[in-house]
């Protein structure tokens, strides 16, 4: 099983700064990882595939970046509905989520 | 739009087995995507639990494959899924998606609002 490990757990930001959650993967996944943001008592909602490919709807602010096993989520400047829980997900090799990163207010 | 909704208690008894469908509207569910359940407990990270295709193709987490059922009923839209010997530690938000796939099974685009299913006596 691969094993995705995020870091750090908990982020402080301030409204307008910029964000950046890690998420290290065990073994290759090559660009198989997806992120997904999480709202308390939502669904996750899926924010980029194919570790840098925004999806439908989701606004420029958010990147993705990294292959192999190094992956980066970068919210450029935070807005007050980007306080969430993000989970990254690889799916070269069954699917495995990692722990999850909360951004909070600072 | 795609809308997904998950149904069926939310208490279950050790040992027995756990039941819930989704139900999917605005698309159908034969129209070529996989349909899966995942599951998250109280304040921890996501558990994909496995996957079906329309014409009832599975791929299951290996670590509940035992246990596991998913099936699909494509006149009523839906999909199901049986864990069986359940324990307290299946206490979880259970959320059913749909999924992408291409060479393997990718990503989720679509979920559902989840369930809490409580498992005790």
């Known amino acids: 099983e691969i094993v995705m490990t995020q870091s750090p757990a908990t982020l402080s930001v301030s409204p307008g700064e910029r964000a950046s959650v890690a998420c290290r993967a065990s073994q290759s996944v090559g660009s198989n990882l997806a992120w997904y943001q999480q709202k308390p008592g939502q669904a996750p909602r899926l924010l980029i595939y194919g570790a840098s490919t925004r999806a439908t709807g989701i606004p420029a602010r958010f990147s993705g970046s990294g292959s192999g096993t190094e992956f980066t989520l970068t919210i450029s400047s935070l807005q007050s509905e980007d306080f969430a829980v993000y989970f990254c997900?690889?799916?070269?090799?069954?699917?495995?989520f990692g722990g999850g990163t909360k951004v909070e207010i600072k | 739009q795609v809308q997904l909704q998950e149904s069926g208690p939310g208490l279950v008894q050790p040992s027995e087995t756990l039941s819930l469908t989704c139900t999917v509207s605005t698309s159908s569910i034969s129209s070529g995507y996989y349909w899966a359940w995942i599951r998250q407990p109280p304040g921890q990270g996501l558990e994909w639990i496995g996957s079906v295709f329309h014409n009832g193709g599975t791929y299951y987490n290996p670590s509940l494959k035992s246990r596991v059922t998913i099936s699909v009923d494509t006149s009523k839209d839906q999909f199901s899924l049986k864990l069986s010997s359940v324990t307290v530690a299946d206490t979880a938000v259970y959320f059913c998606a749909r999924q992408i796939f291409g060479t393997t099974l990718f990503y989720f685009d679509y979920w559902g609002q989840g369930t809490l299913v409580t498992v005790s006596s």
């Open positions: 997900q690889q799916y070269i090799s069954w699917l495995t």
